[in-house]
């Protein structure tokens, strides 16, 4: 299959960047969202509506939501792992939602305290709260590769998912990677499988590159067809209940390899690398970003 001309960054820092990290202030936020701002990105996903004693490096959602508008070139979501969460993001003004569902029930027991089945089933209520307020929902599947408890993931469980939220009226889908297990082969396949059920709507993709793979598997499902990629200033993150499961790829060095491919992105690149100092100071330690420590290639 050709490249798109166009993939779509949307920067994940400061939900799942820092979700693993200490809480820092509301201000050295706002210094991490001016740093994203700089870079060009148009999609950002600013925080999480879940429970703060298990995250509380995100505790203070509702205070950032009031700080967005001071970004009217960016569309920002925020992530939801149940109807609660859902009622009080769209309560701080949020249009565009994101709810995460495990295709494992080891995962998803560990995530949000509940099997997959029971998960998915909140998806229809999700949906009706969004309608209601006019907003967007997106459903993501965790663990849509491999589970840190369970093992391998069925395709089966991942196509069932999938096919309840297009019944539903989900109006975006992505697959998540979320320990850094997958590899391109088992991406494609995977891209191949879902694509028809979800038609036209817009399908992501999310990888973290806990084992190296996480760029060449990207990589992969824009072969395929994806045309919406997550990503992390300095490859920050990771999950804090799937053990092991570390850094995101980073942004920066995502659009080195997107540029260099030929496929334009709103991100630009040497902003981005400025903006991975920038996380390396506020967070107080080195990043896994690449292309911060090796900077753009060199030019004759």
Known sequence: ?????????????????????????????????????ATGVREVEATAFVSPTKMPALADAAELAEQLHHYPDIEF????????????ALAAGFSSLEYVVSA?????????????????????EIVTLARDADA???????????????GP???????????????????RYALADTIGTTTPRRVANLVAAVRPIVGNAPLGAHFHNTRGSGLASAYAAVQSGVTRLDSSIGGL???????????NIATEDLVYLLRDSGIDVDVDLDAAIAAARIVQEVVGHE??????????????
């Open 1 to 37: 299959m050709s490249l798109p001309g166009h993939v779509t960054i949307r920067e994940v820092l400061l939900r799942d960047g820092l979700q693993l990290e200490a809480p820092i202030t509301l201000a050295d936020k706002r210094k991490l969202l001016d740093a994203v701002a």
């Open 77 to 88: 979501s925020a992530l939801v792992a149940s109807p609660n969460g859902a009622k009080r």
């Open 104 to 124: 494992a029930d080891g995962h998803s027991r560990a995530n949000v305290g509940t099997s997959s089945a029971e998960a998915t089933a909140r998806i229809q």
């Open 136 to 150: 967007t929902v997106e459903v993501i599947i965790a663990c849509s590769w491999d589970c840190p408890f369970d």
């Open 153 to 171: 993931t069925a395709e089966n469980r991942v196509l069932d998912i999938v096919g309840r939220a297009r019944d539903w009226g989900v109006d």
């Open 237 to 247: 993150g990771g999950c804090p209940f799937a053990p092991g499961a570390t850094g």
């Open 287 to 300: 990043v896994p970003s690449a292309l911060l420590r090796a900077g753009d290639r060199l030019l004759n």
